[in-house]
């Protein structure tokens, strides 16, 4: 059972920046794709980007393409999420998720879910 732990959530203003953290206590993420997901009050959750563990490579919701940035380090263990020019609608509680697949996926199919980080936009 690989259980995931994220950190870094916080209130922060209009245009600052964030860097969420995704790590697995007691367990390694080499073989494992990552995928950050968020959900606002009164939404669905949406994925936001993930991470292959084969060759690094990575995807991004439309929303925040340029401005969100994923990346690994494995002598870490741990999955980076910078969250740059945040916007109010950024708002949400943002989660982490592992599956035990080559290649990520910009869809829910992950097996295992962290408990979330809050991430409040506001000024």
């Known amino acids: 059972q690989l259980q995931l732990v994220e950190s870094g959530g916080a209130l922060v203003q209009p245009g600052e920046s964030l860097r969420l953290s995704c790590s697995a206590p007691?367990?390694?993420?080499?073989?494992?794709?990552i995928g950050w997901f968020r959900q606002a009050p009164g939404k669905e959750r949406e994925v936001v980007s993930c991470?292959?563990?084969?060759?690094?490579?990575?995807n991004y919701a439309d929303s925040v393409l340029g401005r969100f940035t994923i990346s690994r380090n494995n002598a870490k263990n741990t999955v980076y999420l910078q969250m740059n020019s945040l916007k109010p609608e950024d708002t949400a509680v943002y989660y982490c998720?592992?599956?035990?697949?080559?290649?990520?996926?910009?869809?829910?199919?992950?097996?295992?879910w962290g408990p979330g980080t809050q991430v409040t936009v506001s000024s």
């Open positions: 998720a592992a599956r035990g697949w080559p290649m990520c996926v910009m869809t829910s199919d992950y097996k295992y």
């Open positions: 991470i292959s563990y084969t060759d690094g490579s990575t």
């Open positions: 007691g367990s390694t993420l080499d073989y494992y794709s």
